[in-house]
């Protein structure tokens, strides 16, 4: 799968510079992008596969937990030309105060 666009989790995790879990976000994030790139899902079936704690919003969004649900990935995925989009990245608290089917990277 292609990502767009790694550069907003570079810039989530420069947010968190000088909080105690900053470098475990890194590390989780890094896995976790290196596993999409890896990864040739057909449907979200086989993402729920690769990814038994994922929440399939729709039939194309998807919400990641991240680093033991502490934040949360919402990515929309295009199965057919084999991209994943990254909609929103945040707190599992921020988590609840958005609506996931519709979120916007940037909003």
Known sequence: MRLIAR???TRF???LRGHKGQRAVKAVLDAWYQEVQRAKWRNSAEVKQSYVTASIVS???VVFNIKG???RLV???DYGRQIVFIKWIGTHGDYDRIDART???GN
């Open 7 to 9: 550069r907003t989790l």
């Open 13 to 15: 995790v420069e947010s």
């Open 103 to 105: 979120v916007q990277y």
């Open 75 to 77: 990515a929309a995925i």
């Open 59 to 61: 039939a194309d969004r």
């Open 69 to 71: 649900n502490d934040y």
